[in-house]
Structures are given as C-alpha cells and as structure tokens.
C-alpha cells in the first residue's frame, strides 16, 4: 500500500459528459501527479501540482483541468468525454516540490471507462 | 531527448526459472534517476528501486536484483527463481533535469510466469 487513494476506483460514463477523479496523497507530501495509462499512449504525464499551485503541465488535454485543495488532496475534472478518454488514471505523490530526485508513490488509479 | 525503451513486450517463463528484463534508456543530462515500477494484475503501480546516476554498484533484495550500467545506457532487472506472484507488467522509468517533474516510463514488459 503506497498511501496513496484515488476514488472512485471504476467510472462508466457516456460521451460528453463531464467526470471528477480524487486523489489524497500520503501523508505529508505536498506534490500531486497526475497520469494517464492508455493502451496505445502507454503512461503519459499529465499535470503536477505542489502544494495547491500548478507545477509542471504534460500531455494534458484543454478538456481536463485538475486543482489541488488546502489540504492538498487533488481533482482532476475530465469533461466532453471522448471514447479515446477510456483510460486507467494514475495519481501519484512525492514529499516536496517534485524535483527529479524524489521517487513518486502512485495510487490503485482509477478505470475511466467512456460509452 | 528523453526515452526509455523496453524491447521486450512480453516474457513468459516457468516457476523457478531467472529472467531478466532489459531497459535501456537515453538522456543527454548528467545527473539523472531510473526507476523500476511492477504493475500486478490488480492495476496498481508499485515502486520496485530507484537508482541515481552516479551509483553503478549493482543492488539485490531478496530475489530483486538491479544491473546499472552507464556505459551502455542499461538498467536492466533480474528475478531470481520466479514465482507466480511475480506475474506483472513491469516499467522501466527515467527522470532528470530536463524532465522536470515528470517520470518518463518505457512501454513495459509483461512477465508471466508459469507453474
């Protein structure tokens, strides 16, 4: 168990619609990441967050949006949901500003699943 | 550019037998981390080793052990007398400076391991 949780752990939605992804990250860490593992992308990196400000942006679509709150548990808000969104969404945490050195503990994910 | 490539998509080997997963990797920075990262059939991302580029000496846990070799550009992981359990995906992963936050993941090997 890494200490990190990500809810809800299965989402089936339809296309268009709009879904919020949670994560809390171990304690006292104070960088969120965010990935999505899909088959033909394999994991890609999202969007970090360090201790509720914007860190470093990847391959995020303008449709996905994420925020980190005061006491620093994560959301990312996918929305006009595309078939191509079904993916396994990863969040994960580290103790500090996410510099290269610091090992990322990743959550069970999430299964987004678009119909 | 940074890359991690993981040549071998899938392996399957019996119960008790060594097998070793190869990564190579690509960086233009000096100072740099490599990860491993098991993915069971249960989903989860679970942290195996970090390595930083200025430790070549080889590391063992247990059946786990870790080949570093900066002259070929290789991290490469050896399960000694497998078993069942160690059936996953695993990834090879690299971050460094010009990364940033972000983990680059190779495409990942699944192991199954017959009984």
């Known amino acids: 168990d890494s200490g990190v949780t990500q809810t809800p752990k299965h989402l089936i939605t339809a296309t268009g619609q709009r879904v919020t992804l949670r994560c809390s990250p171990r304690?006292?860490?104070?960088?969120v990441y965010w990935y999505q593992q899909s088959l033909d992308q394999g994991l890609q990196f999202l969007i970090q967050?360090?201790?509720?400000?914007?860190?470093a942006k990847g391959n995020i679509l303008e449709r996905f949006s994420a925020q980190q709150f005061p006491d620093l548990h994560s959301e990312l808000n996918l929305s006009s949901l595309e078939l191509g969104d079904s993916a396994l969404y990863f969040c994960?945490?580290?103790?500090?500003?996410?510099?290269?050195?610091?090992?990322?503990?990743f959550g069970p994910g999430t299964r987004l699943l678009v119909l | 550019a940074q890359k991690v490539t993981q040549a071998q998509t899938e392996i399957s080997v019996v119960e008790k037998e060594d097998v070793t997963l190869d990564c190579v990797y690509e960086t233009r920075d000096t100072t740099y981390y490599l990860f491993w990262y098991k993915q069971p059939p249960s989903g989860e991302l679970v942290f195996l080793i970090r390595r930083n580029s200025f430790d070549e000496q080889n590391e063992i846990s247990g059946r786990y052990s870790w080949n570093f070799q900066k002259s070929t550009s290789s991290f490469n992981f050896t399960i000694t007398a497998s078993q069942v359990v160690d059936s996953a995906v695993y990834f090879c992963a690299l971050s460094s400076y010009s990364s940033a936050s972000k983990i680059i993941f190779g495409s990942g090997t699944r192991l199954s391991i017959r009984p």
């Open positions: 994960a945490s580290s103790p500090r500003q996410g510099a290269f050195q610091e090992t990322q503990y």
């Open positions: 304690s006292g860490d104070l960088s």
């Open positions: 967050y360090y201790n509720g400000e914007e860190r």
